[in-house]
């Protein structure tokens, strides 16, 4: 099949989007598929568009505008808009598949040809969105051109059936990770942030973000450090400047900030390197669809703590690949953490079951499989 894949995020930008994209259009065409990605720069400063081709992935991205609250968001919309319109007038693709805020880009719009449409919710603010009245008739009118939906947690995809879309199927494809690459293993070689590996290695990898629910671990941390002197909280991901203030002052003020460590955003490559370093990894969101954050914890066997919300549950089984605690709860947090380190054989344990889970359930071959699936099926209509 020729895919055609719309997203707002790739490759170097880093998240959850960029990265399921990624590897998502990288698996498909390893199973024989011709991928195209349409994208736009998120960095003001990379004024050039580009076409390059990588693994199987020819990756076309313009200009776009950096920040959400500071670009001009209608133009982002255009751009994107006006080179899948191109791309698809020169070599008609047999799907185009739109991921994450790039659906924003295509609101009632078809593409040239008339591709059959899939749409990737990423979000939980997709959720949100759906449990007002006035949310989901927008969202109706939205997406009513949509042949079918991916969701990537329950969650989400509960909240695409109360809309009735007319043509859309609804599919719960979750999140999957690189089981080749975030793998289990000693804590040897790279080490750029000169990591003490003789420490109890605390980590939360994720943005520093409100969503994200990084103050509650912030409020945990003196409890933690008290309880484990030799422990070190290690937090990796870019930062919403506010709001990382208000974490590290909180952690100030207790008297933890010592011990914590503030790493900025990880790259990828370098991400299993520091998931071996840890003994525990914690994900504290208040919002969430698929973790990949847990995930990729989950495939390099660490023990995962994590926020009972949105696709979190589907992940961990508590007391068998981690510990669930009560969305923003600062004293469930350190108490899971606790538990942890204080039984390290357990914690192994449950970090050695977490991986055979991700290999059996959430690795990139099997997710790329389902989706696959679902192209097949909305393409048998158009082909009778």
């Not at 598929?33 to 020819?58: F, M, P, Y």
């Not at 500071?70 to 080179?83: F, W």
């Amino acid at each position: 099949m020729r895919i055609l894949m719309l997203t707002s995020d790739y490759p170097p930008d880093i998240g959850g989007i960029a990265a399921h994209v990624h590897h998502l259009a990288h698996t498909l065409a390893a199973r024989g598929h011709e991928i195209t990605v349409a994208s736009v720069w998120l960095d003001i400063d990379q004024r050039e568009a580009i076409t390059e081709t990588s693994g199987g992935v020819t990756l076309h991205r313009v200009p776009g505008f950096a920040h959400w609250l500071g670009r001009d968001i209608t133009m982002h919309r255009r751009r994107l808009r006006a080179l899948a319109r191109r791309l698809q007038t020169n070599t008609p693709f047999d799907v185009a598949h739109i991921h994450g805020h790039a659906w924003e880009a295509f609101a009632s719009r078809r593409l040239p040809g008339r591709p059959p449409i899939v749409g990737t919710m990423h979000a939980s603010g997709f959720r949100n969105r759906c449990k007002s009245a006035s949310g989901r008739a927008k969202l109706r009118r939205r997406l009513r051109h949509l042949n079918a939906i991916i969701a990537p947690s329950a969650e989400i995809a509960q909240a695409a059936e109360s809309l009735h879309l007319p043509r859309a199927a609804i599919h719960a494809i979750p999140n999957a990770v690189d089981a080749d690459k975030f793998t289990p293993g000693a804590p040897e070689g790279a080490n750029p942030w000169g990591i003490d590996p003789g420490n109890k290695i605390v980590l939360c990898l994720q943005r520093i973000a409100p969503v994200k629910g990084t103050i509650h671990l912030a409020r945990a941390a003196r409890r933690i450090l008290d309880a484990h002197p030799d422990a070190r909280l290690i937090f990796a991901g870019s930062e919403t400047p506010e709001y990382a203030a208000q974490v590290k002052h909180i952690l100030d003020e207790s008297g933890a900030m010592p011990r914590c460590r503030f790493l900025g955003s990880v790259p990828n490559d370098q991400t299993p390197a520091l998931l071996r370093l840890a003994q525990v990894s914690v994900t504290p969101s208040l919002m969430e669809a698929t973790s990949i954050a847990c995930l990729e914890a989950m495939a390099c066997g660490v023990a995962v703590v994590g926020s009972e919300v949105g696709g979190i549950p589907e992940l961990i089984v508590p007391g068998e690949h981690g510990l669930l605690t009560p969305v923003g709860d600062a004293h469930a947090i350190a108490d899971a953490v606790i538990a942890l380190l204080d039984d390290p054989q357990q914690a192994k344990a449950m970090g050695q079951r977490g991986r055979q889970r991700v290999e059996e359930n959430f690795d990139w071959r099997i997710a790329a499989q389902k989706v696959e699936a679902v192209y097949t099926e909305i393409l048998e209509p158009c082909e009778t």
